[in-house]
């Protein structure tokens, strides 16, 4: 029997199918790997960039005595060397941000994968595995984004990083660059932000306390949450223990030294920032924006710290006061109770400090009522404290709802969720406690201007009550009425047409067409006229017909062309309402002709910054103080400062007495829609104006002598601490005679309310008149 034939079993082919597949897969994926890596590696950023590192760095301003009082900057950061850091400093920074920094070549491989088990073990991201070189190339050489591809990237860059830089450069780097919290990047600022030191001035728990900062700046703020701070503290002193770099005795010692939070005096760039505004707009003009808020430019200045300081509290104070007088205005808004948790979380993250600070105004929420006490409990932030019913006393009879809800219409009284506004009269203790008044931000705005007459220098200028709402700068470009302010002017122009201050005009009715078919009969403040008076009376009362009549003696053209030799650019409108101030005019320019008056009838332009230099010292700008014009006699600007000396002993501008020498004009215009008062002493001269944007009155308390002098008083008693007393200065060619105020001649010794009056020589009067010297004692 034939045998069948057979074919051979055939062999499993699966397996090296799928081995060849996957080595092609692998080879394609890691060429598709490599060739990605190459395309990212061509694109990526050159690492010489970081040779030459140059990084924003602060602007500052100093005022005329070398003060810092201002500071203009996109990250406030001051580079430090690292031979300035102190070496504990920069190994808590490596002991809890990197430990293997100095061994590793720009990836920690270890680090990521002990980051990897314990991230897996806690199913949660707990540690990251950054490098410093790493976080330097993230935060210099790369965008935020949070892309696969910018992983890749960071590590060929901190890779060729560690090539190409040392050790300590790339600690130069980071920590110069990296941010800190509150508002400060770099360990120099972070020290002074803090502690008040500089950075070769730290203790140990001060640097582990900064080293523990990046993992999250505001979280560990030593300012908000000293808590967190301190356990954060002790994981970089445990961390450094573990490394060597201290002892445990060490630890233990810094864990028990007190922090003490001593900012170091910031820059208050809210008083200043009216000034500083004007400043800026001038220099990014010429030099850029980047050189100035990068380039760290040492701009030196005319403003005077204390007097704009003086200048920032004085105006607030009396807005508040003139604010204050119109009445309350009732809570900015009502918050069901559901709102109040949100909205004080809120008003929290606004407050930079471990307590609320005395004499500051905070936003808060009603959250109860004591009834029998007259209290009102109110939130601020996470903080309570009481509102007395004498602590708002102010604003008259508030009544009390204890409910939420929004009370009937014209009600201004407060219920829960009243949100108020409230100034620390003491703070908390312990969140608890704190002891309030009503407040309430003024509506009405002011400006105050303050400049050296005899050079030139602008010592401070405010141009309203709030920077940060509204950046109008009313002391430079509000144009408003200048009221009674302006008849100094009018009254110097006319002694220079041979008035004298005992020439005497008639206080009575008069009227004049008014150019369009009517008649204008202008009016005193009080309605009231006196029949006849010298001019030192109608200047001292503000006598509104006195001034008209000089005017249309003296002549509207001439005194408009007077005004301008004084350094006046707005227009000037030749016309008989001049002489009550109908003129749109800034508050700088107002202050910068009573200057003239000031300074002996010398014109001098006002100037703000003496010289600039870069972050080199080179000297880009340098301002020579002006030299100054005469453009009225020095007779003539004696004979005005001493008839507005009157102004201020015993007439409108009384409130404006400091006790010393002082020459200054109240202004009111129609409705009291404007009240200034412009005023000095021979070193010093201020003008200061009050009114609302959109113009409305200010009330019957409005008057210049009311709303303004007391501001210009205010400033003027801190201003002149430092300023030494002086008197006018009478020319030789003024002379001081008798005369009789009611007639304007000259009086003999004894003669019933005879006063001594000062003339231009040649200008006294020559004859007596009828009265009769009193009897002899």
């Given amino acids: 029997m034939e045998r069948e034939l057979q074919s051979p079993p055939k062999k499993n082919s699966f397996w090296p199918m799928l081995m060849l597949f996957t080595v092609t897969l692998a080879i394609v994926a890691l060429l598709g790997v490599s060739g990605y890596v190459f395309y990212l590696m061509a694109k990526l950023p050159r690492i010489d960039r970081l040779t030459d590192y140059k990084p924003p760095i602060v602007s500052q301003v100093f005022g005329d005595d070398g003060t810092l009082v201002g500071e203009f900057y996109l990250e406030r950061r001051i580079v430090v060397p690292v031979s300035k850091m102190p070496r504990k ?5 490596v002991s809890a941000e990197d430990s293997n920094f100095y061994s590793h070549k720009g990836i920690d491989y270890l680090g990521i994968v002990r980051a990897a088990f314990k991230n897996l ?12 070189t790493q976080q330097v190339t993230k935060s210099m050489l790369l965008t935020p984004e949070k892309k696969f591809s910018r992983k890749i990237k960071e590590a060929i860059l901190a890779k060729r990083m560690e090539e190409r830089l040392s050790k300590d450069e790339i600690l130069y780097l980071y920590l110069n660059q990296i941010y800190l919290g509150s508002g400060a990047y770099g360990v120099q600022a972070a020290a002074e932000t803090y502690f008040g030191k500089n950075v070769d001035q730290l203790n140990l728990a001060e640097m582990s306390m900064l080293a523990g900062l990046p993992k999250a700046p505001n979280a560990y703020s030593p300012i908000k949450h000293l808590d967190k701070a301190r356990e954060r503290q002790g994981y970089v002193l445990d961390r450094m223990t573990a490394e060597g770099y201290i002892t445990p005795a060490e630890a233990d010692h810094a864990r028990k030294t007190p922090i003490v939070l001593q900012p170091m005096k910031k820059v208050n760039n809210d008083q200043s920032a009216y000034f500083l505004e004007h400043l800026r707009i001038q220099l990014e003009q010429k030099y850029g924006e980047d050189q100035l808020y990068k380039g760290g430019l040492k701009i030196y200045t005319t403003m005077n710290a204390g007097m704009q300081r003086a200048a920032y509290d004085s105006l607030r104070k009396g807005l508040k006061e003139v604010d204050k007088r119109q009445g309350f205005r009732g809570p900015t808004r009502y918050l069901n109770e559901a709102e109040v948790d949100a909205f004080c979380s809120k008003v929290e993250d606004g407050i930079d400090s471990a307590t609320l600070k005395t004499g500051e105004t905070y936003s808060g929420v009603v959250v109860g009522f004591h009834p029998e006490k007259g209290e009102a409990l109110v939130r601020v932030g996470e903080r309570t404290g009481i509102l007395s019913l004498k602590k708002m006393a102010w604003a008259g009879r508030v009544a009390m709802t204890n409910s939420y809800g929004k009370p009937e219409k014209g009600n201004k009284g407060l219920t829960l969720g009243s949100v108020i506004e409230v100034s620390v009269v003491s703070p908390e203790i312990d969140k608890k406690g704190a002891q309030f008044a009503l407040d309430q931000t003024p509506e009405v705005q002011a400006a105050l201007v303050s400049i ?5 220098g602008v010592k401070a200028m405010v141009g309203g009550y709030d920077f940060r709402k509204s950046q109008f700068n009313r002391a430079m470009q509000a144009r408003r009425n200048a009221g009674s302010a302006f008849k100094p002017i009018i009254y110097a122009a006319a002694l220079d047409k041979g008035f004298t201050p005992a020439t005497i005009i008639d206080d009575a009715p008069v009227e004049y067409p008014d150019g369009a078919g009517g008649i204008w009969k202008p009016q005193n403040y009080d309605h ?30 001439y ?55 870069d972050n080199d010292g080179t000297i880009l700008q340098e301002t020579p103080p002006p030299v100054p014009v005469p453009v009225i006699s020095p007779e003539t600007a004696y004979v005005i400062t001493n008839l507005m000396q009157s102004v201020v002993s015993s007439g409108t501008g009384h409130r404006a007495a400091i006790g010393r020498p002082v020459a200054g004009k109240t202004g009111t215009t ?3 829609k404007d009240a200034w008062f412009v005023g000095y002493i021979p070193q010093l001269v201020t003008g200061v104006w009050v009114g609302y ?7 019957s308390a409005g008057t210049g002598g009311q709303a303004a002098a007391p501001i210009w008083g205010d400033f003027m008693q801190k201003a002149i601490m430092s300023l030494p007393a002086e008197d006018f200065e009478a020319p030789e060619n003024v002379s001081f005679v008798l005369i009789n105020p009611r007639t304007g ?17 040649g200008t006294e009067p020559t004859s007596y008149d009828n009265d009769k010297p009193a009897p002899p004692e």
Avoid: H, W
Avoid at 89 to 93: D, K, M, Y
Avoid at 121 to 126: C, G, P
């Fill in 693 to 699: 944007d959109q113009e409305r009155s200010l009330g």
């Fill in 452 to 456: 050296d007459p005899r050079t030139g």
């Fill in 745 to 761: 001649t000259l009086a003999k010794e004894g003669t019933p309310g005879a006063v001594m009056e000062c003339f231009i020589k």
């Fill in 670 to 672: 129609n409705g009291a």
């Fill in 528 to 557: 009231e006229f006196r029949g006849p008076v010298t001019m030192r009376e109608a200047l001292t009362y503000s006598i509104n017909i006195v001034s008209v009549k000089i005017m249309e003696q003296i002549g509207a053209q």
């Fill in 559 to 613: 005194a408009a062309d007077y005004a301008k030799k004084l350094g006046f650019t707005s227009p000037i409108p030749a016309n008989l309402a001049l002489a009550l101030g109908a003129a749109s005019i800034s508050p700088f320019e107002l202050t910068s002709a009573y200057a003239v008056f000031a300074d002996k009838g010398m014109l001098t332009t006002p100037y703000f910054i003496t010289k600039v230099t």
């Fill in 121 to 132: 073990m806690s199913m949660s991201k707990k540690e990251g595995a950054s490098t410093i």
């Fill in 89 to 93: 400093l920069i190994q808590a920074f």
